[in-house]
């Protein structure tokens, strides 16, 4: 009974740590990005052409990764102007690598508003590299984000480190982002009750995408 006790308190002790390490490096995470938007003056830029506004793992404070999604406002922003905007971004030394897709008129994707989409690989100390998702929508008004605003409402302290620690696994497994993104981990934590990677695993499997083990 007492190596029972004992094996349970350490168990929670290594739980109680690990999460501590996972909260510190998500904070940590947060600053070196704000660091890099200043540094590049991305926002300032992007704010030529319309209403900017950061969303994702950077301000809900989920990251486990160098990632920062910027979304932009433009109404009828033409390829021409966004790259004129996107230039001294694209030419910076730093930035190692660039992808553009163009996602409007005969190009838009199914369930997706028109916009222009740039990914950014920003390198200063190797191997640290981040990457920046910047998406200029192109429909009138202000783009809406009601899955983003709806995350930030119903997260706790409770279920940011459920899925920090789910994140944490599923990151470095080579179908995150490709089949399995991190909204459905959000969906899975946050509106099915899933607590653990093996209920994680449970859910993709009914939605007949790969689990850990065939990712």
């Known amino acids: ?3 029972d006790m004992l094996s349970t308190n350490s168990r929670e ?3 109680s740590e690990y999460d501590e390490q996972l909260l510190q490096r998500q904070k940590r995470l947060q600053t070196e990005a704000q660091q890099i938007l200043e540094e590049l003056k991305v926002v300032e830029k992007l704010s030529q052409v319309g209403q900017v506004r950061q969303t994702g793992s950077t301000t809900l404070g989920l990251m486990v990764w160098r990632d920062i999604d910027l ?3 433009s109404p009828g ?4 102007r966004a790259f004129t905007i996107m230039q001294p971004l694209l030419s910076h030394p730093y930035i190692k690598q660039v992808r553009y897709l ?3 008129e005969h190009f838009k994707v199914e369930g997706l508003d028109e916009r222009h989409f740039f990914m950014l690989f920003y390198q200063f100390h190797e191997p640290v590299e981040w990457k920046l998702d ?7 008004g202000i783009h809406p984000e009601p899955l983003h605003e709806a995350i930030e409402q119903q997260l706790t302290h409770e279920t940011r480190l459920l899925i920090l620690r789910i994140k944490d696994v599923w990151y470095q497994l080579p179908a995150y982002r490709n089949t399995v ?3 459905d981990i959000y969906d899975a934590v946050l509106q099915h009750g899933v607590r653990t990677l093996d209920d994680f695993d449970q859910y993709l499997s009914q939605r007949g995408k790969p689990t850990r083990h065939h990712s």
């Open 134 to 140: 910047i998406s200029f929508w192109l429909g009138e």
């Open 13 to 15: 002790l290594q739980q």
């Open 77 to 80: 922003l033409s390829a021409e």
């Open 181 to 183: 993104a991190s909204t």
């Open 1 to 3: 009974m007492q190596d």
């Open 102 to 104: 163009h996602q409007s």
């Open 71 to 73: 979304q932009v406002s």
